[in-house]
Structure formats: structure tokens, C-alpha cells
């Protein structure tokens, strides 16, 4: 916190000349043609590609960044498109590594950290390990270089995968870890609430979320009413389908449900995101990035 401190002004100035210039509305989303009912691949040869595997994105709120995570030479990398001098940029990688494996961006609610897993070592010198979930801080020409881990209350001996927020800081992310788990491939979905400058001791989701099964890639809306998630088990339309759960006026999760043939097929989707905007869900499926109208969300109350 100390850090936060120290830079919370530049912080400030800089988000404010982030949000002085405002995209045109023909210019949301790459400039792309929005999707109805079907999904749609997300802007395809710009992100999208037949040469490389694309998955995990997610915007800022104010429309203007895009980050997404890549492979190249069987390494994940992460890539920011952003709006600038009222275009779009091309695609920068903004971490990687010969050495590590970086991926599942998502930028805290006040849009000054980037989160992401990586295996990398605690020093960023030694070998690789299990995965952590770490961030970067935003500075005013770019981002900081020295990953910091997100902490024990997250990360354990074992994998965590993706990461999302609510507006009072609580992250869901997936673990394998912790004692309760019966096999390394039983990931399951937690959150942790964040207080005093760290995350706190994670707690598991109930049962209506949760299975023997894996549960991983969780987009939690940032109002805490509803979760979409991947998760692998008997039924589904491929191997890996999205599902989701709503919570109840009085704080309970529903049983999870398969968001159908609008969204999952025989393929793999994975790594769900909603615009701060309410309008798109983003999600990934076999190497691309597709997204929908966020209406298919509502139809499934």
C-alpha cells in the first residue's frame, strides 16, 4: 500500500486523461460490426487469427483498452490494442517472456492494476512453477515491470486460473489447491474478499456452483448477481461449456445452468467476460475470441 501511496497522483492525473477523450460510438469495440443472438467471431485478422491462438480478453471501462493473451512459440503472451489520437493501435505485446507463460488479463475495478497467471518464479529468475495470480501497476507512461503476487489469501502450492471483481474489490478466480480438492484437475471456484490492503483468506463457492467436476474461468458481474463459468461435465455440448448461476434477493446461488447452443457447441469455450457496458459477452472458444449481444444472459433469469 505503501507503493499505492506514493504514486496515487499520477494515478489520478493520468486516468483523467484517459477518459478526456471519448470514443465515437462507430468506433466501440475496433470499430467492428456488432453481434445480435449469434456469436461472432471478434474482429477477425486483427485479433482473431488463423496463425495464432487468441482467447481471454476483456476491455476497461471506458472502452478505450483491449487486452487479450496470444501464442506465440508456444509461449502465452499478453497484448493491449488501445484508442489513441482517436484510432486504434496495433496490437503490443505488453508481457512476456522466453522463460514464462503469461495469460488471463483482467483490470481491477479502479482499473489501475492488470491482473494475469503466470508460472513464472517468485524472483522472476528461477524455474518455472505452478501458476500464481499476479498484477502490474499502471504508471503514467504505460505499466510497471515488476510483477507483484496477489498473495496468500490467493495463490497457494497448486494452480490458479482467471480472475474477475466486483465493485467492492472481492476477486473469483479458480484453484486447485487447498485440501478439499480430490484430484490436481478439480479446480474449483472461490473468492476472496479484499480488505486493508490484501486479499483475504478465499473461501469456496457452495455446491450450486461447484462439483467433483472442473470449474474454472469465472466472470463474476461486478454487482455480485451472477456468475459464468466453464466447467467440464457429463452432458454437456463439448467438452468444456459455459454455464451460469444467479444469486437470489437473499444472497443465495442458484443451481448452475448450461447457457445452451447459443453460446456452447462441440468445441471448448472458456474465459467469459461482460462489457463494463452491460452490452457484449466476450468469450473464447479453440483459439478464438468470439462475442454475442449480453441479452442471451438475461434470457436465461
Given at each position: 500500500?505503501?507503493?499505492?501511496?506514493?504514486?496515487?497522483?499520477?494515478?489520478?492525473?493520468?486516468?483523467?486523461?484517459?477518459?478526456?477523450?471519448?470514443?465515437?460510438?462507430?468506433?466501440?469495440?475496433?470499430?467492428?460490426?456488432?453481434?445480435?443472438?449469434?456469436?461472432?467471431?471478434?474482429?477477425?485478422?486483427?485479433?482473431?487469427?488463423?496463425?495464432?491462438?487468441?482467447?481471454?480478453?476483456?476491455?476497461?471501462?471506458?472502452?478505450?483498452?483491449?487486452?487479450?493473451?496470444?501464442?506465440?512459440?508456444?509461449?502465452?503472451?499478453?497484448?493491449?490494442?488501445?484508442?489513441?489520437?482517436?484510432?486504434?493501435?496495433?496490437?503490443?505485446?505488453?508481457?512476456?517472456?522466453?522463460?514464462?507463460?503469461?495469460?488471463?488479463?483482467?483490470?481491477?475495478?479502479?482499473?489501475?492494476?492488470?491482473?494475469?497467471?503466470?508460472?513464472?518464479?517468485?524472483?522472476?529468475?528461477?524455474?518455472?512453477?505452478?501458476?500464481?495470480?499476479?498484477?502490474?501497476?499502471?504508471?503514467?507512461?504505460?505499466?510497471?515491470?515488476?510483477?507483484?503476487?496477489?498473495?496468500?489469501?490467493?495463490?497457494?502450492?497448486?494452480?490458479?486460473?482467471?480472475?474477475?471483481?466486483?465493485?467492492?474489490?472481492?476477486?473469483?478466480?479458480?484453484?486447485?489447491?487447498?485440501?478439499?480438492?480430490?484430484?490436481?484437475?478439480?479446480?474449483?471456484?472461490?473468492?476472496?474478499?479484499?480488505?486493508?490492503?490484501?486479499?483475504?483468506?478465499?473461501?469456496?463457492?457452495?455446491?450450486?456452483?461447484?462439483?467433483?467436476?472442473?470449474?474454472?474461468?469465472?466472470?463474476?458481474?461486478?454487482?455480485?448477481?451472477?456468475?459464468?463459468?466453464?466447467?467440464?461435465?457429463?452432458?454437456?455440448?463439448?467438452?468444456?461449456?459455459?454455464?451460469?448461476?444467479?444469486?437470489?434477493?437473499?444472497?443465495?446461488?442458484?443451481p448452475a445452468k448450461n447457457m445452451g447452443n447459443k453460446i456452447n457447441n462441440e468445441g471448448y469455450e472458456f474465459c467469459p467476460f461482460v462489457?463494463?457496458?452491460?452490452?457484449?459477452?466476450?468469450?473464447?472458444?479453440?483459439?478464438?475470441?468470439?462475442?454475442?449481444?449480453a441479452s442471451v444472459i438475461d434470457s436465461l433469469r
Open positions: 500500500m505503501k507503493y499505492l501511496s506514493s504514486t496515487f497522483a499520477i494515478l489520478l492525473i493520468f486516468s483523467g486523461s484517459l477518459s478526456a477523450q471519448n470514443i465515437p460510438a462507430k468506433s466501440m469495440y475496433l470499430n467492428q460490426n456488432p453481434p445480435g443472438q449469434t456469436a461472432a467471431v471478434f474482429a477477425p485478422g486483427l485479433v482473431s487469427s488463423k496463425e495464432h491462438y487468441e482467447y481471454g480478453s476483456t476491455f476497461s471501462k471506458d472502452g478505450k483498452e483491449l487486452f487479450y493473451a496470444v501464442i506465440i512459440n508456444d509461449k502465452p503472451q499478453i497484448r493491449c490494442i488501445k484508442f489513441e489520437e482517436n484510432a486504434w493501435s496495433a496490437p503490443k505485446t505488453i508481457i512476456g517472456s522466453d522463460k514464462y507463460e503469461h495469460n488471463d488479463p483482467f483490470l481491477s475495478p479502479d482499473q489501475n492494476r492488470l491482473y494475469f497467471i503466470s508460472d513464472r518464479a517468485m524472483d522472476g529468475k528461477g524455474e518455472k512453477k505452478d501458476f500464481d495470480i499476479w498484477y502490474i501497476e499502471r504508471t503514467s507512461d504505460g505499466w510497471s515491470d515488476k510483477p507483484v503476487s496477489a498473495g496468500p489469501g490467493i495463490n497457494t502450492p497448486k494452480n490458479e486460473y482467471y480472475m474477475s471483481f466486483t465493485n467492492d474489490g472481492t476477486m473469483y478466480f479458480s484453484s486447485n489447491g487447498g485440501t478439499d480438492m480430490a484430484t490436481d484437475k478439480n479446480y474449483d471456484i472461490k473468492s476472496a474478499k479484499y480488505s486493508k490492503g490484501e486479499f483475504q483468506s478465499s473461501v469456496k463457492l457452495p455446491k450450486e456452483i461447484n462439483t467433483e467436476h472442473y470449474e474454472a474461468d469465472v466472470f463474476v458481474s461486478p454487482d455480485e448477481q451472477y456468475v459464468i463459468f466453464c466447467t467440464e461435465r457429463p452432458g454437456n455440448f463439448g467438452k468444456g461449456d459455459l454455464y451460469i448461476s444467479f444469486k437470489t434477493k437473499t444472497g443465495e446461488w442458484l462489457t463494463s457496458d452491460g452490452k457484449y459477452l466476450f468469450f473464447s472458444r479453440d483459439g478464438e475470441i468470439f462475442w454475442i449481444s
